[in-house]
T-cell receptor, first 111, second 112 residues
Framework: DQQVKQNSPSLSVQEGRISILNCDYTNSMFDYFLWYKKYPAEGPTFLISISSIKDKNEDGRFTVFLNKSAKHLSLHIVPSQPGDSAVYFCAATLGTDKLIFGTGTRLQVFP | AAGVIQSPRHLIKEKRETATLKCYPIPRHDTVYWYQQGPGQDPQFLISFYEKMQSDKGSIPDRFSAQQFSDYHSELNMSSLELGDSALYFC???????????FGPGTRLTVL
């Protein structure tokens, strides 16, 4: 049973445009959400996170939005750069506990 | 800044052999997590340790065991290896009172 879902396996965006990666979850008890970026042959790199008591968190080009009523979060990257091309995983956690990952979205940013 | 270190980066074993994966957390982090990522899959939680005690357990086979030592490094021991154990194994570390986990580069285990 996949508690965290990323329904788009891939996304292609032109450089300079906005990339929007989506994530849905089923467990309303999740209280913290994170986004990780992963290059091939490397471990996931932490990007940005958001607590369930917030609806937005911003860090430079990255913004995460949380809609608790819809059990949906999204990661906005603007402007997108070729170096952003990677697999993006959203993850959720219950307290300070194990991370439950989504299936990942492969982002490709082309010139 | 120091990151999570994992060794070896690559490991090739045959069926029924044993393997030991090592993880060195970020200094002062008190919690270590192990995850397994199969081909085309998302990382799945295996086990975690807080202050050298097992704190949580996920879908870890009985053939696997792990521990955290006094210097906070952790080892994942895998016995009677099966073809299906071929995967990337990630270690992550963090603080017990923080939700953010920082991942190592992973160990790619191939079982032939």
């Amino acid at each position: 049973d996949q508690q965290v879902k990323q329904n788009s396996p891939s996304l292609s965006v032109q450089e300079g445009r906005i990339s929007i990666l989506n994530c849905d979850y089923t467990n309303s008890m999740f209280d913290y959400f994170l986004w990780y970026k992963k290059y091939p042959a490397e471990g996931p790199t932490f990007l940005i996170s958001i607590s369930s008591i917030k609806d937005k968190n911003e860090d430079g080009r990255f913004t995460v939005f949380l809609n608790k009523s819809a059990k949906h979060l999204s990661l906005h990257i603007v402007p997108s750069q070729p170096g952003d091309s990677a697999v993006y995983f959203c993850a959720a956690t219950l307290g300070t506990d194990k991370l439950i990952f989504g299936t990942g979205t492969r982002l490709q940013v082309f010139p | 800044a120091a990151g999570v270190i994992q060794s070896p980066r690559h490991l090739i074993k045959e069926k029924r052999e044993t393997a030991t994966l090592k993880c060195y957390p970020i200094p002062r982090h008190d919690t270590v997590y192990w995850y397994q990522q199969g081909p085309g899959q998302d990382p799945q939680f295996l086990i975690s340790f807080y202050e050298k005690m097992q704190s949580d357990k996920g879908s870890i086979p009985d053939r696997f065991s792990a521990q955290q030592f006094s210097d906070y490094h952790s080892e994942l021991n895998m016995s009677s290896l099966e073809l299906g154990d071929s995967a990337l194994y990630f270690c992550a570390s963090g603080f017990q009172n923080s939700d953010t986990q920082y991942f190592g580069p992973g160990t790619r285990l191939t079982v032939l």
